[in-house]
């Protein structure tokens, strides 16, 4: 490929593979997106049970012996990604670390797993053999890495080019860091450090040292030669003590080498005009399909049958970030003025019991499915009026984003890149064409509330709301263009 960079990509999970949300999404659009651009992209993944499965025409590139003794196979083979596209991998086929089913992350109880330092430096590790060129045919120019998991990648580089205190370009890959999640860390104690095999100068303040933790995240944030988030406005909130988690002085102090890209959306993957796990797809011109598509998910989760009932949808990760206790709160509201909610998510145990038990006494009016069931995302996606989103915080967020797609309009609090994606129906808004969804700035649940009563009556006067439907669903969310974002800071971070 004469001229095509030569990129890493490197990540704990991605789609359709491995997911346990949006990060697979996005590991698994983005370098498609590269490639179709005409970069020479591969990506590293763990060997967890879900990835060797998957991997075809696998061969043996070289042994890994990570600094605290552990060996590794290092594989390269293809994966094929959304749309069947086959893309080069390197797979760690390493049965200790890796060979658990499941959650990557978390045992069945799903506490996180006590070796994680050392199942994720070794992916780290793995990244760094691969710029310094185990595999003789390819060398990547630039090693991409994504969130915590992948932290270590930028220290193990940047120390390996020679330097003492990790700073400063030299021979190797150049190195960009995303963070998809600022929350979660990577923190582990002190004592982890040395297993790691990195200077004992990484352990400082100025390096992986976070309050007397070793922390993966701040590696990648320190270390690397460029950063990225995942939209424009949470790459501002992250340099805030608000939404820094203790880390936004480091980030300000970066501030010149941080660029927010927004997400995009796998048309491969999320588009209602051709998307086979709906009972009928439909489009902008020819949106009646969804109607049917309403009725028959009414149907499968035994909510009354009524049209003119809006449907809200939540697909979501039952945690803190996503803010869904203030949607507790609202359900009576919700449900005596005559709406419908169809619930799909998972974890925390105190919120899963709190949507069943409240459906439990609503059974027609609210569903709650527990568990992850992607085919039952992209029905509900489908079926509904709105998609609720009212997050505390929320680095970019996708399903907003395929929402507006699928004309399910989304519901969001003013944070993160659900800022950057959705807008109010303010008269203002409707008035120019621009309008998207219902957006609410405190968190707290009248404003929750109130940007509901909003979504209500929109949806009395359904001409006003075909055609904020319609704006919409022609939202543009092109993987195109963030990728050629992306080119740019790779372009930036060469030497
Ligand atoms: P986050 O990554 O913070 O969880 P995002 O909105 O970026 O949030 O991405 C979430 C992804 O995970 C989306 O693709 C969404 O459809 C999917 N998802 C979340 N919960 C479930 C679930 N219970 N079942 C199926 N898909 C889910
Ligand atoms: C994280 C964030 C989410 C983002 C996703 C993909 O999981 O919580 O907001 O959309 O990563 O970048």
């Known amino acids: 490929m004469p001229g095509a960079m030569r990129i890493l990509q490197v990540s704990a999970e991605i789609f359709p593979l491995l997911k346990t949300g949006g990060l697979a999404d996005v590991a698994g659009a983005l370098p498609m997106a ?65 060979g658990r089913p499941g959650n990557p992350y978390e045992n069945p109880q799903r506490e996180p797993y006590g070796d994680n330092h050392l199942r994720f430096a070794l992916l780290s ?25 992948a932290g270590l990648v930028p220290a193990y580089i940047a120390f390996e080019r020679g330097s003492s205190n990790g700073a400063g370009a030299g021979a190797g890959a150049a190195t960009v860091f ?31 040292e976070f309050y007397g933790q070793l922390s993966f995240m701040k590696a990648g944030l320190y270390y690397a030669d460029r950063l990225t988030t995942v939209s424009p406005t949470y ?16 980030l300000k102090s970066r501030s010149s080498q941080l660029t927010g890209i927004l997400n995009a959306v796998d048309d491969g993957v999320w588009n209602p005009a051709v998307d086979t796990l709906l009972p009928q797809a439909f489009d902008v ?28 949808v939540v697909v979501s990760r039952l945690t803190e970030q996503k803010g869904l206790h203030l949607v507790l709160d609202a359900l009576d509201a919700l449900v005596t003025a005559g709406g419908q ?34 085919p039952l995302a992209h029905r509900l996606f489908g079926a509904g009026d709105v998609t609720i989103v009212p997050s505390l915080f929320e680095p970019c967020g996708l399903t907003q984003m ?77 993987w195109r263009h963030a990728a050629a974002h992306y080119l740019n800071v790779y372009k930036e971070a060469l030497p």
């Not at 998957?54 to 070289?62: Q, Y």
Request: aromatic content about 10%; glycine content about 10%; charged content about 25%.
């Open 235 to 250: 790459a501002r909130e992250i340099q805030t003590p608000e939404q820094g988690f203790g880390l936004d002085g480091l």
């Open 402 to 478: 395929y929402g507006l797609k699928y004309g399910s309009l989304p519901l969001v609090r003013r944070v993160g890149g659900l800022a950057d994606t959705v807008t109010d129906c303010s008269l203002e808004n409707m008035a120019d064409g621009t309008a998207t969804g219902f957006v609410f700035d405190e968190f707290r649940s009248e404003e929750f509330t109130r940007a509901l009563r909003r979504a209500f009556a929109l949806h009395a006067r359904p001409a006003d709301w075909r055609r904020v439907r319609a704006a919409a669903m022609r939202r543009p969310a092109d």
């Open 341 to 374: 909610l169809a619930l799909l998510g998972s974890g925390d145990g105190w919120l899963e019991q709190a949507f069943v038990e409240r459906a439990a006494r609503s059974p027609r009016a609210i569903s709650v499915t527990i568990g992850y069931n992607e």
């Open 285 to 312: 011109r020819k949106p009646a399909g969804k109607a049917r598509c309403k009725a028959l998910l009414q149907e499968e989760l035994g909510l009354a049958l009524r049209d003119d009932a809006p449907l809200f």
């Open 178 to 208: 995303t963070v998809h999640n600022l929350a979660y860390q990577g923190l582990f104690p002190r004592t982890h450090f040395d297993a790691l095999g990195l200077p004992p100068s990484a352990f400082d303040v100025n390096g992986l």
């Open 34 to 98: 590269l490639a179709a651009e005409g970069q020479d992209v591969r990506v590293l993944l763990p060997g967890f049970p879900a990835i060797l499965e998957k991997l075809s025409d696998a061969r043996p590139i070289g042994g890994i012996v990570a600094p605290w003794g552990a060996r590794a196979e290092l594989k390269l083979g293809r994966v094929a990604l959304a749309d069947g596209v086959a893309m080069p991998a390197y797979v760690i086929d390493a049965p200790d670390y890796y």
């Open 125 to 149: 590790f793995a990244a760094a053999r691969v710029a310094q060129g185990i595999d003789a045919d390819w060398q990547p120019q630039v090693v991409h890495a994504h969130d915590w998991h």
